[in-house]
């Protein structure tokens, strides 16, 4: 057993569960947690088929910035779509749609007609899609940190196999750690308003899309990882600020109506006493 | 046609933010591949994030003054 590769392996792969956890969670938490698990199985599965058949070569054979900028894009187009709506339904430009509500009333009819209650357990394509290609890249890259930091073991007195268990169990644990603190977070999370979660996804979403297409050009982040937190900051800021200023407009437009509506009658008053 | 509206409609249903997360991803891609324009690339991430923000803004001026 390689220590120092195994807990290089076990942070570097920490990272990437993380991000991978966090959006099968959101996943699970606002579509439902069928899509989400079985978007992050499919996943799971194609990364076992690729490793199976590609081995090391993985490295090697599978264009990382192409599936990087697919991937980071379409996580653009979901994350800013999500963010739009939930922004303009802060600013009460848009009804807050509780979807909760109409889920209970839903889910009491069902009740009354003694029927099934199915809704809970739909499947969603979006909310699979959203959690397959998200472990799929991130599992792709854990995939890498193994196969590179169990390489890079490699010496004359250790083999290259040993290099790779040694990674390879570093970054089962971090895997297995991420998911163990997940399932408790699980619960709090359930009892966020709706429209806040949609938010935050939409803060995430765009956050990770903006990380994942940068790195397929190439692009630098400062601070690597890290900078991850600083992009969500950037984007929270923003939409706050957005959101104050669409209230803003909302109300001069909400006056400016009421000025013109009152006008005509100051009108006809001087038309009836002149 | 009905296919590509759905799709359009699953991704992104939104044609501001498709035009300018396309237009940012073509900037960048041109700032990557072409010579002339390497001096930029240390701007590309700043690029991006404000591109991002841009699109944001832009839908959503649509959406409160079109009201």
């Known amino acids: ?274 | 046609m009905k296919i590509i509206k759905a799709i359009y409609n699953f991704i992104v249903g939104d044609m501001v933010i498709l035009i300018g997360v396309a237009l940012a991803v073509t900037v960048l891609a041109l700032i990557n591949n072409v010579g002339a324009l390497a001096p930029l690339k240390g701007f590309s991430g700043p690029f991006l994030i404000i591109a991002v923000l841009a699109s944001l803004v832009a839908t959503l001026s649509r959406e409160a003054f079109s009201s």
């Open chain 1, 1 to 274: 057993m390689q220590w120092v590769v195994a807990t290089a392996a076990f942070l570097a792969s920490a990272v990437e569960f993380v991000e991978a956890f966090t959006i099968v969670l959101v996943v699970g938490v606002t579509v439902n947690w069928r899509s989400a698990l079985l978007g992050a199985l499919a996943a799971a599965a194609t990364l076992a088929l690729l490793v199976a058949t590609l081995g090391v070569a993985l490295v090697q054979w599978v264009p990382i910035d192409a599936l990087r900028l697919v991937i980071g894009v379409l996580l653009l187009l979901f994350g800013l779509k999500w963010l739009k709506n939930a922004i303009m339904r802060y600013a009460g430009l848009k009804a807050r749609h509780d979807e909760e509500a109409i889920y209970e009333e839903n889910r009491a009819q069902l009740r009354a007609r003694g029927a099934v209650d199915a809704s809970a357990s739909r499947f969603d394509l979006f909310g699979f899609l959203l959690s397959y290609k998200s472990v799929l890249l991130e599992g792709l890259e854990v995939a890498f940190i193994v196969i590179t930091f169990g390489l890079s073991a490699a010496t004359s007195t250790v083999s290259r196999s040993e290099g790779i268990t040694s990674a390879a169990l570093g970054a089962l644990l971090a895997g297995l750690l991420v998911i163990l603190v997940g399932a408790f977070v699980r619960i709090p999370l359930a009892k966020v308003p709706e429209n806040t979660l949609k938010f935050v996804v939409g803060i995430m979403l765009t956050t990770f899309g903006t990380f994942w297409t940068g790195e397929a050009f190439s692009v630098v982040w400062p601070l690597s990882d890290v900078f991850l937190l600083i992009l969500a900051a950037i984007y929270l800021v923003a939409a706050f600020s957005l959101i104050v200023w669409l209230k803003r407009v909302k109300k001069q437009q909400r006056a400016q109506v009421i000025e013109n509506q009152s006008a005509p009658t100051t009108v006809q008053r001087q038309e009836v006493n002149p």
